[in-house]
């Protein structure tokens, strides 16, 4: 199993961004996939998943309105909608899978994650 985060940039507050993962080595419709943010010196957390075959997703309250999760099962790839970046959100992004139906916090496989910094 393959994950490869892209998309990170420097971004002014306000801004948008939309992160990929890239999947390889399963069947993405048969995974759960999450999204986790690390801002620096912190734990990381969990702020997205899409379940398998994406007929239920997850956004945490911190996000919630400014993140959105999709799915293109055609090119194994997961995206992370962002808007209204603040410098809170700067850190590093991971994408993470497990075999599972839904989403929950415990994952098997991780990418190794893409920069993302919100400064002016």
């Known amino acids: 199993l393959q994950l490869v985060e892209s998309g990170g940039d420097l971004v002014q507050p306000g801004g948008s961004l939309r992160l990929s993962c890239a999947t390889s080595g399963f069947t993405l419709s048969h995974y759960a996939i999450g999204w986790f943010h690390q801002a620096p010196g912190k734990e990381r957390h969990h702020i997205s998943c899409?379940?398998?075959?994406?007929?239920?997703?997850f956004i945490a309250a911190s996000v919630k309105g400014r993140v959105t999760i999709s799915s293109d099962n055609a090119k194994n790839t997961v995206y992370l909608h962002m808007n209204e970046l603040r410098p809170e959100d700067t850190g590093v992004y991971y994408c993470?899978?497990?075999?599972?139906?839904?989403?929950?916090?415990?994952?098997?496989?991780w990418g190794q994650g893409t920069q993302v910094t919100v400064s002016s």
């Open positions: 899409i379940s398998n075959g994406g007929t239920s997703t």
């Open positions: 993470a899978a497990w075999p599972g139906s839904y989403c929950q916090n415990e994952y098997d496989s």
